[in-house]
């Protein structure tokens, strides 16, 4: 059950795009279309970005984009704005367990 | 409106034990999948247990698997954590969340959990 693996930071402009990636492996990410990722400001609790590597959840930005290729799941932020500076964390379905990425900040510059 | 929210956390020594419990309101509890979610701090979120939605299938993470129970009580809308032989590195803060579709869509607001002598 090792942690997926995240960069420790990204960051842009307002207005760009930043994708964070997330790796796993054959037996999590490679294996179900079942990725979901989270955002968290600080001392908050997280909410529910994506899910199943490309849905959005009611109420969520389409600015706000999933995709996966192989072992490796990636979130897109597009159009970057001020109030997306937060932690990311992704996460996979392991076969009767989830495992989480270590997290990636995302800073606005 | 989804409400989950925990109590039962505090100080423990090492070794200790201690009963999380998380009442949740605003739907159906008995219909679905609810998880418990760490978060060490400054660190990040780590999978600690799971259960079904009928309390027949539990699922933890190695790291706590023979020291913690997870268990729920349909009838009192509440999802339960039993933590046992705590240890330092069982510290943080403990989210109450619901499954929907493999993920968690609704979390709590979290209970700080600190082991120390």
């Known amino acids: 059950q090792s942690a997926l693996t995240q960069p420790a930071s990204v960051s842009g402009s307002p207005g760009q795009s930043i994708t964070i990636s997330c790796t796993g492996t054959?037996?999590?990410?490679?294996?179900?279309?079942?990725v979901s990722w989270y955002q968290q400001h600080p001392g908050k609790a997280p909410k529910l970005m994506i899910y199943?590597?490309?849905k959005w959840p009611s109420g969520v930005s389409d600015r706000f984009s999933g995709s996966k290729s192989g072992n490796t799941a990636s979130l897109t932020i597009s159009g970057l704005q001020a109030e997306d500076e937060a932690d990311y964390y992704c996460?996979?379905?392991?076969?009767?367990?989830?495992?989480f990425g270590n997290g990636t900040k995302v800073t606005v510059l | 409106e989804v409400q989950l929210v925990e109590s039962g956390g505090g100080l423990v020594q090492p070794g200790g034990s201690l009963r999380l419990s998380c009442a949740a309101s605003g739907f159906t509890f008995s219909s679905y999948a609810m998880h418990w979610v760490r978060q060490a701090p400054g660190k990040g979120l780590q999978y600690v247990s799971a259960i079904n939605s009928n309390g027949g299938s539990t699922y933890y993470a190695n790291s706590v698997k023979g020291r913690f129970t997870i268990s729920r009580d349909n009838s009192k809308n509440t999802l339960y954590l039993q933590m046992g032989s705590l240890r330092a590195e069982d510290m943080g803060v403990y989210y109450c969340a619901r499954e929907r579709q493999a993920a968690v869509d609704y979390w709590g607001q979290g209970t700080l959990v600190t082991v120390s002598s």
């Open positions: 054959s037996s999590d990410i490679g294996r179900y279309n079942l």
């Open positions: 996460c996979s379905y392991a076969g009767s367990t989830y495992v």
């Open positions: 199943e590597v490309t």
